[in-house]
């Protein structure tokens, strides 16, 4: 499925941001005339645009809010490219927040934002290190759908990942992970969600910092 992923920078504080997007220019057109935007009050500095054709070129503009006023990006031009598939995916953890150690409950992939978990406890997964212990926690730990069970890396194993095979390439859209509510100090800061379909050449698919968690709460991470 092709697909368009959109990333930008804001210096300064914002409210939300609009997607707008035109198949010709806008360059000559007054912002108050500007197309109606595909998006609106995205929260985040990326967004991803699937309702795109493979090949064909689009214009877009972002709109930010701040207090009821709004302003208006330049234009950039971008071509729909098919999406890469992976039959793998790994969670390459870089830092956490104050230890050496990563304690995570679980982890859902999703084809779509909000959608099913394609995951299961005969998912087959991976892992850079576990502790050894009677509970074994490894990181199939991470895909049995018990949130009382956590994958626990070896202490001063960073960087530390753990991967999921998903038999077939997939196009996995989100990731949702759950900290161990106990240890949020050992979920991850920094972070990024990789693809192979060897399971030895991985490629970079996005990359997050500055990650913050809550007890009993799941982050969501698109695509």
């Given at each position: 499925?092709?697909?368009i992923?959109?990333?930008?920078?804001?210096?300064?504080?914002?409210?939300?941001f609009?997607?707008?997007?035109?198949?010709?220019?806008m360059?000559?057109?007054?912002?108050?005339?500007?197309?109606?935007?595909?998006?609106?009050n995205?929260q985040?500095?990326?967004?991803f645009?699937?309702?795109?054709?493979e090949g064909?070129?689009?214009f877009?503009?972002?709109r930010?809010?701040?207090?009821?006023?709004?302003?208006?990006?330049?234009?950039f031009e971008?071509?729909?490219?098919?999406?890469?598939?992976?039959?793998?995916?790994?969670?390459?953890i870089?830092?956490?927040?104050?230890?050496?150690q990563?304690?995570?409950?679980e982890?859902e992939?999703?084809?779509?934002?909000?959608?099913?978990?394609?995951?299961?406890?005969?998912t087959?997964?991976?892992?850079?290190s576990?502790?050894?212990?009677?509970s074994?926690?490894?990181?199939?730990?991470?895909?049995?759908?018990n949130t009382?069970?956590w994958?626990?890396?070896?202490?001063?194993?960073?960087?530390?990942?753990?991967?999921f095979d998903l038999?077939s390439?997939?196009?996995?859209?989100?990731?949702?992970?759950?900290?161990?509510?106990?240890?949020?100090?050992r979920?991850?800061?920094?972070?990024?969600?990789q693809?192979?379909?060897?399971?030895?050449d991985w490629?970079n698919i996005?990359?997050?910092?500055?990650q913050?968690w809550?007890?009993?709460?799941w982050?969501?991470?698109?695509?």
């Amino acid at each position: 499925m092709p697909g368009i992923k959109l990333e930008w920078a804001q210096f300064g504080d914002f409210d939300s941001f609009d997607i707008i997007r035109s198949a010709t220019s806008m360059l000559e057109v007054p912002d108050e005339n500007l197309p109606e935007p595909i998006a609106v009050n995205i929260q985040k500095m990326y967004y991803f645009d699937n309702l795109v054709t493979e090949g064909s070129t689009y214009f877009y503009k972002i709109r930010v809010w701040r207090d009821g006023v709004a302003r208006v990006s330049n234009e950039f031009e971008i071509t729909a490219l098919l999406r890469k598939l992976y039959r793998y995916y790994r969670i390459y953890i870089t830092a956490v927040d104050s230890d050496t150690q990563v304690y995570l409950g679980e982890v859902e992939l999703r084809t779509m934002v909000g959608g099913a978990d394609v995951t299961s406890p005969s998912t087959p997964t991976n892992q850079s290190s576990h502790i050894f212990n009677q509970s074994n926690p490894n990181a199939s730990k991470l895909v049995d759908n018990n949130t009382g069970t956590w994958w626990l890396t070896s202490s001063g194993a960073l960087p530390a990942w753990a991967s999921f095979d998903l038999i077939s390439p997939m196009d996995i859209k989100q990731i949702a992970i759950l900290p161990n509510a106990s240890y949020l100090y050992r979920a991850p800061r920094d972070f990024i969600i990789q693809g192979s379909n060897n399971s030895v050449d991985w490629e970079n698919i996005q990359s997050f910092t500055g990650q913050n968690w809550q007890s009993d709460r799941w982050n969501t991470y698109d695509l």
